[in-house]
């Protein structure tokens, strides 16, 4: 919200702020896979595991009830015998299925013997709306990957992977070969033939450097300063400043955020507020000004109420396994705490290992080494933390969010039939997994609690550094340059992209840990690099031999994230509050058919004043269901499952938000 000034400073605005996005666009190619990836993990989470357990007995290949097959989407889009498609993916008001499942009519209930519960048909509901997204061709059938480690299920022809101990994700860093990242990119353009961009104008570097490390565009005063300053080591003393600088921690902070699902509030219909959320969010941003190794701040958030120095902080941290959607209504009360065990599972393993683990509940891994049985096997180390919503500790300033355990006496795990929670069958113990070498825990348990999480956080930071430290490299390398050298940074499995240089990853992931695992170290490297530094311009002979720019002959055109385009707006108007950061966070004034379109109409938004609401865009209050415009219209983050690339989309809403919003008037 801005103060009222006259028309020409409103109109000097607007052109401004058009100017500073439309100079901020990228290119659109990790649009399409963000979605993708979105719709397959939802699919996974909750669709698989219901057609499994509820709708494969009978429509298969092998018992073909009604003529339906429900194993593929092909099947689903074909229908029976009635002749209708089971589904209409994008209008699941038509869709056969949900009828059904609905007992609407008296002659079509499915399934017959009990109705789903309400959130289990939601869940189908989204997914049909989504589009329907499907793991593969749309003749691919789920059920052949449906294979249980229990000994009573018949095995079908799908099972995970045999281990592989070439595959490059998961060997150990090879010993440093180049003396520094551009030898090793130069390189490889002197093997393309492809010759890189000259370096970018002063200008466009120190706006670069603004944008990327603390979010903010520099004043004009700065620029000029910068333009002027021929000392050998100006740029340096820059960037050093930069990351000096508390939005150093607010940019960064953000980014995290998207990767561990933040949100303050539950989801669902009531979407009721997470209370003591905000701390987490300052825990994260205060990390990253103070450059926590990163080791350390891995291990604070799996296990920081385990270890014996982490105080207060490391109890924080701990609220990152809180963070995810809660049913407080669950039909299920039983499926609903294994569902919240397998969301702490599925964050951890895709946030710092970069592996779907997830898609083991119910059947062994279809791309990856990962049988059913070990994900139980992980799955133990999470096993005796109480469901949320209890886990509120007592810290010096108040209570906090945390983690807690029943004791310190793990609980038993079993694997569950095809991930139904109501079937346990054969006991497992906690283990690592065998594609990262395997291995019993040695856990130091407390009063409090098993040790167990503790000793996996410890067996990541170290037996697992090596993934570890490429997954993480790969994340910052991902927000310099707008795609990372595996660009899908949640997925380093055979489902997702190999590395278009695997030899950079490993150079960057050796340097985090030989740097102290210290984050303001990469960047420093990063972006004293002539790679960083390149000017954007295209290069027609270039173009033709690399048009994805995969191997760094220039630097990448990209749009600011919604957040940024925010608070650039705010500082160039002279109205960013840079006070009262932390705390609850501020709540954005909504119009009223935004707040009548809520969950709960009128219910769980707060007001703040024009002081308030002018602070960085972190800082707003985050509830699932109810996105503030500005940031929905901009492609802001999925807080239901993790995010390691925002969709980018271009659409004609945005020039009009720009022009006419109640934000920019």
């Given at each position: 919200?801005?103060?009222?000034?006259?028309?020409?400073?409103?109109?000097?605005?607007?052109?401004?702020?058009?100017?500073?996005?439309?100079?901020?666009?990228?290119?659109?190619?990790?649009?399409?896979?963000?979605?993708?990836?979105?719709?397959?993990?939802?699919?996974?989470?909750?669709?698989?595991?219901?057609?499994?357990?509820?709708?494969?007995?009978?429509?298969?290949?092998?018992?073909?009830?009604?003529?339906?097959?429900?194993?593929?989407?092909?099947?689903?889009?074909?229908?029976?015998?009635?002749?209708?498609?089971?589904?209409?993916?994008?209008?699941?008001?038509t869709s056969l299925m949900i009828k059904a499942v609905q007992y609407s009519n008296a002659e079509l209930q499915m399934p017959p013997k009990n109705k789903l519960g309400k959130r289990t048909i939601e869940h189908l509901r989204e997914w049909i709306a989504m589009g329907a997204p499907w793991p593969g061709e749309s003749s691919h059938s789920i059920d052949t990957t449906a294979r249980s480690q229990d000994g009573e299920e018949a095995s079908k022809e799908g099972h995970a992977p045999e281990i592989k101990q070439d595959y490059w994700a998961f060997q150990p860093l090879p010993d440093q070969h180049f003396a520094s990242l551009d030898e090793v990119i130069e390189s490889r353009l002197s093997e393309k033939q492809l010759t890189p961009n000259?370096?970018?104008?002063?200008?466009?570097?120190?706006?670069?450097?603004y944008f990327g490390l603390i979010g903010l565009p520099p004043t004009h005063a700065e620029v000029e300063s910068f333009e002027a300053d021929q000392r050998p080591d100006a740029f340096e003393q820059r960037v050093d400043h930069l990351l000096s600088m508390p939005g150093y921690g607010e940019r960064w902070g953000r980014h995290w955020l998207d990767v561990v699902r933040f949100a303050q509030s539950n989801g669902y219909e009531r979407d009721d507020e997470k209370q003591e959320a905000w701390r987490y969010r300052d825990y994260v941003i205060k990390s990253f000004n103070e450059d926590k190794p990163y080791d350390q701040f891995m291990q604070e958030q799996l296990a920081g109420d385990e270890m014996p120095h982490a105080g207060d902080e490391g109890i924080v941290a701990t609220g990152f396994y809180r963070l995810g959607v809660y049913d407080d209504e669950p039909d299920d009360k039983r499926a609903a705490e294994f569902d919240g065990l397998d969301d702490m599972l599925r964050t951890s393993s895709e946030t710092f290992l970069g592996v779907t683990a997830g898609c083991a509940r119910c059947h062994d891994h279809m791309f990856d080494p990962i049988p059913q049985k070990e994900y139980y096997e992980m799955?133990?180390?999470?096993?005796?933390?109480?469901?949320?919503?209890?886990?509120?500790?007592e810290i010096a300033d108040g209570k906090a969010m945390a983690i807690t355990e029943h004791g310190p006496d793990p609980?038993?795990?079993?694997?569950?039939?095809?991930?139904?929670?109501?079937?346990?069958?054969?006991?497992?113990?906690?283990?690592?997994?065998?594609?990262?070498?395997?291995?019993?825990?040695?856990p130091v348990p407390t009063e409090q609690s098993t040790g167990l999480r503790r000793s996996f956080a410890k067996w990541i930071s170290s037996d697992a550094s090596s993934l570890a430290a490429r997954v993480m490299a790969n994340r910052v390398w991902h927000y310099h340059f707008g795609k990372g050298i595996v660009t899908t940074p949640n997925d380093f499995g055979r489902a997702g992209e190999p590395p278009s240089d695997i030899r950079l990853l490993n150079w960057l992931a050796r340097?985090?840990?030989q740097g102290g695992w210290s984050i303001k170290h990469l960047h420093r490297v990063i972006m004293q690099s002539k790679a960083w530094k390149r000017s954007s311009t295209s290069n027609p002979a270039n173009e033709t031999t690399d048009p994805d720019n995969r191997f760094l002959w220039r630097q990448n055109l990209r749009r600011l994230e919604a957040e940024t385009i925010r608070d650039a707006m705010l500082k160039v108007t002279g109205n960013l509050n840079r006070g009262g950061r932390g705390g609850r966070g501020f709540f954005p004034a909504l119009n009223g058919e935004v707040v009548a379109g809520g969950s709960r109409p009128g219910r769980g938004w707060g007001w703040s004043s024009e002081q308030e609401?002018?602070?960085?865009?972190?800082?707003?209050?985050?509830?699932?269901?109810?996105?503030y415009p500005f940031f929905e219209i901009f492609d802001y983050t999925n807080t239901e499952s993790p995010l390691g690339v925002r969709p980018t989309t271009t659409v004609a809403p945005q020039a009009l938000l720009l022009l006419n919003g109640e934000f920019v008037n």
């Open positions: 919200m801005f103060v009222r000034k006259s028309n020409w400073t409103v109109l000097s605005v607007i052109y401004a702020c058009t100017v500073l996005v439309s100079l901020c666009f990228a290119f659109l190619d990790s649009s399409v896979s963000a979605a993708d990836a979105k719709g397959i993990s939802f699919f996974e989470q909750h669709i698989r595991p219901l057609l499994i357990d509820q709708c494969l007995e009978c429509h298969t290949s092998e018992k073909l009830k009604g003529g339906l097959r429900l194993d593929t989407l092909q099947g689903m889009l074909e229908g029976g015998d009635s002749g209708r498609a089971a589904i209409t993916p994008g209008d699941p008001k000259p370096e970018a104008s002063r200008r466009t570097l120190i706006r670069r450097a799955l133990s180390f999470f096993r005796s933390a109480k469901p949320y919503p209890d886990g509120f500790l609980l038993d795990t079993f694997i569950m039939v095809r991930g139904n929670a109501g079937r346990p069958s054969t006991k497992v113990e906690p283990r690592f997994p065998t594609f990262l070498g395997g291995g019993k825990p040695s340097e985090l840990i609401q002018n602070q960085r865009s972190i800082y707003a209050f985050v509830k699932r269901t109810m996105v």
